[in-house]
């Protein structure tokens, strides 16, 4: 008489039993990858946005308006009771125009062989002249006078060299994205045998 078949206990033994800890420590590698991927996926659009920004940018500087400071001339002599008269032309060398531009020029005797040490005086006032427009590589020429004829003591330091002609001046202008610049001019006669203007040591400013 043949015993029934049993199930054979070995076999029993080797089966793995449902385990739900093997299963949380399935779904926390898989929350693991997915947050990974998130932070992945948010790094590069960081990353994206920053370097669309920085081209942007790079185009909008390369591309934008800059006023500058061409040439000074003046017209003399230094000589009592002569009024000096100057003329600056203003380049725009940017590759976009420089719109609503307005500038300020005043010509004074500095009474000094060196320059003080206190920031740029000249601001924009209600009575600073309307350009409107300078087209990219255009020229705009200004002409500024001193106010009054030179003084016989003005004439004399000026032909003694001690005192100088200087020229502050200060150009504002909007590019063409809309953003606002100024250009802040300080220029000097020194030489009197050419009839042109230099630089001053400081007070040339260009946003």
């Known amino acids: 008489m043949t015993k029934p078949c049993r199930p054979d206990s070995s076999a029993k033994q080797h089966e793995t039993p449902f385990e739900p800890s093997s299963l949380q420590g399935a779904l926390k590698k898989r929350r693991y990858l997915l947050s990974g991927l998130v932070a992945c996926f948010?790094?590069?659009?960081?990353?994206?946005?920053?370097?669309?920004?920085?081209?942007?940018?790079?185009?909008?500087?390369?591309?934008?308006?800059?006023?500058?400071?061409?040439?000074?001339?003046?017209v003399g002599p230094l000589v009592q009771h002569n009024i000096p008269t100057a003329t600056v032309l203003l380049k725009n060398t940017g590759d976009s125009p420089a719109l609503t531009t307005k500038t300020r020029?005043?010509?004074?005797?500095?009474?000094?062989?060196?320059?003080p040490d206190w920031d740029m005086p000249l601001?924009?006032?209600?009575?600073?002249?309307?350009?409107?427009?300078?087209?990219?590589?255009?020229?705009?020429?200004?002409?500024?006078?001193?106010?009054?004829?030179?003084?016989?003591?003005?004439?004399?330091?000026?032909?003694?060299?001690d005192w100088f002609?200087?020229?502050?001046?200060?150009?504002?202008y909007v590019d063409a994205s809309g953003k606002p610049h100024e250009t802040k001019l300080c220029l000097?006669?020194?030489?009197?045998?050419?009839?042109?203007?230099?630089?001053?040591?400081?007070?040339?400013?260009?946003?």
């Not at 590069?44 to 669309?52: C, D, G, T």
């Not at 790079?58 to 934008?64: F, G, N, P, S, W």
């Not at 020029?105 to 320059?115: E, R």
């Not at 002609?165 to 504002?172: A, P």
Request: with cysteine; glycine share 4%; charged share 20%.
């Open 123 to 161: 601001q924009l006032t209600a009575d600073a002249e309307a350009i409107r427009e300078i087209g990219s590589g255009s020229v705009a020429s200004q002409t500024v006078s001193l106010i009054a004829p030179l003084t016989d003591v003005q004439g004399m330091h000026l032909e003694r060299k």
């Open 42 to 74: 948010a790094l590069v659009l960081v990353a994206v946005s920053i370097i669309v920004s920085m081209q942007e940018k790079t185009y909008q500087t390369a591309d934008r308006a800059r006023v500058e400071v061409q040439e000074a001339t003046i």
């Open 105 to 115: 020029l005043v010509m004074t005797v500095w009474t000094a062989n060196t320059f």
């Open 165 to 172: 002609i200087v020229i502050l001046g200060i150009v504002s």
């Open 188 to 207: 000097i006669w020194r030489d009197t045998s050419t009839d042109r203007l230099s630089p001053c040591e400081k007070w040339n400013e260009a946003d």
